[in-house]
Nanobody, 123 residues
Framework: QVQLVESGGGLVQAGGSLRLSCAAS????????MAWFRQAPGKEREFVAA????????DYSDSVKGRFTISRDNAKNTVYLQMNSLKPEDTAVYYC????????????????WGQGTQVTVSS
């Protein structure tokens, strides 16, 4: 049974930083693309960042490029999202996702999802 468990969310002031973690089990982690998505109230789930199997290729949405960094540790079956210079518009539930064949920006292509972690940025 595949499990993705996010942690690290919380309340932070604008300009602050948070580091999200997603621990994976039940899958061959180093053969899965990993991604982070987020969903704010009343909005669709949107792509944030994705990373290839080895970690050598990373994609970011324009809204987070230069502020967020995705990384992975295949020895620990964990993917991270370092979020710096946070803005109130970054407030959302953040989800990690896994897929063996694609690091697409389309959430429908991902097979596995975590339960999400809340990030709230106050102004």
């Amino acid at each position: 049974q595949v499990q993705l468990v996010e942690s690290g969310g919380g309340l932070v002031q604008a300009g602050g930083s948070l580091r999200l973690s997603c621990a994976a089990s039940g899958l061959t982690f180093n053969r899965h693309y990993m991604a982070w998505f987020r969903q704010a109230p009343g909005k669709e789930r949107e792509f944030v960042a994705a990373i290839s199997w080895s970690g050598s290729i990373k994609d970011y949405s324009d809204s987070v490029k230069g502020r967020f960094t995705i990384s992975r540790d295949n020895a620990k079956n964990t993917v991270y999202l370092q979020m710096n210079s946070l803005k109130p518009e970054d407030t959302a539930v953040y989800y990690c996702a896994a897929d063996p064949t694609s690091r697409s920006k389309n959430p429908r292509t991902y097979d596995y999802w975590g339960q999400g972690t809340q990030v709230t940025v106050s102004s």
